[in-house]
């Protein structure tokens, strides 16, 4: 199709990771094979989208059209996103007691690599994404820096007691560098990978499947890190959040726990 490939090359030379890329060229190579480029049918296709989809894969799938209709000198045909309500709680957040269920679990099977995964996630704030990129060389110094678009620059820190743990693993394993968390075939382990394994040892153990995936860790990392040091603005920073506007849903409460406090206190 038509600027495809020179689209693509745009995008990367912007900076846009692989995943965004090849979720805007799917959106773009959807849209080329099944609408005309025309206001009629690009709002046909923004209705299609709201009857399928989540308002938030909507959006997604709009941004990337509209990056390539600006990309293509057709501006004036981008679509207005939706309007995204926030809610007032979180969701499907795990909670630290089966966070530690899971790494108990996981240590008494002597599951060593999986532990530190379930680990790592929670006393870090790491993406999914950042914790495949670990390195035994990161594990020594303590810190991995991560280098976001623009320049600019988020240390991922490594508690110290996770530190000496992993060092001891390490020493076990007989490595000194390279990623930490190798697949079964002694290569880099992948998001994917981890998502799945993490959804199997839910099942596993009786945990609640709909909790236990790789971001969820990261926001209950938050949540207990407010618990124990409020200062969002910290927060934002270990994060990587470009606005603490982002960061402010952390001060909210889970549903359950909603559901707890109004069951303890309403009692008129």
């Known amino acids: 199709m038509k600027h ?9 030379k912007i900076g846009l990771s692989n995943n965004t ?5 799917y959106a773009v190579n959807y849209f080329n094979a099944n609408y005309e480029m025309n206001l009629e049918t690009l709002l046909e ?17 709009i941004q990337a059209l509209n990056s390539y209709l ?6 004036d045909l981008c679509l207005k996103a939706l309007k995204i309500q926030q809610k007032n709680f979180l969701e499907d957040v795990i909670s630290h007691a089966d966070y530690l269920f899971l790494k108990r679990k996981l240590k008494k099977n002597e599951n060593k690599k999986w532990y530190f995964i379930v680990w790592y996630l929670g006393a ?10 670990l390195k035994a060389e990161h594990v020594h110094v303590g810190y ?3 280098y976001s678009k623009g320049g600019k620059i988020r240390r991922l820190y490594i508690p110290k007691r996770l530190k000496e743990e992993s060092l001891k693993w390490l020493e076990e394993e007989q490595r000194k560098s390279g990623y930490l968390f190798l697949n079964r075939y002694n290569e880099q382990i992948t998001t994917r990978g981890v998502a799945q394994q993490l959804k199997f040892y839910a099942g596993k153990y009786g945990l609640d499947k709909a909790v236990v995936y790789p971001h969820s860790f990261r926001h209950m ?16 920073d270990l994060l990587g959040h470009e606005s603490i506007e982002t960061t402010r849903i952390y001060l909210r409460r889970t549903s359950s726990e909603q559901q707890s406090i109004v069951d303890k206190i309403v009692t008129w």
Do not use: C, Q, W
């Open 124 to 133: 870090t704030g790491a993406r999914v994404s950042e914790l495949i990129k």
């Open 70 to 75: 600006k990309y293509i000198g057709e501006s």
């Open 45 to 61: 296709y923004k209705g299609y989208l709201m009857e399928k989809f989540k308002p938030k894969t909507v959006n997604l799938r």
């Open 4 to 12: 495809i490939k020179e689209f693509e090359l745009h995008l990367k």
């Open 21 to 25: 890329i090849h979720s805007y060229l």
């Open 144 to 146: 991995f820096d991560i």
């Open 221 to 236: 990392y938050a949540k207990r890190f407010l618990e124990k040091f409020n200062d969002i603005s910290l927060l934002a």
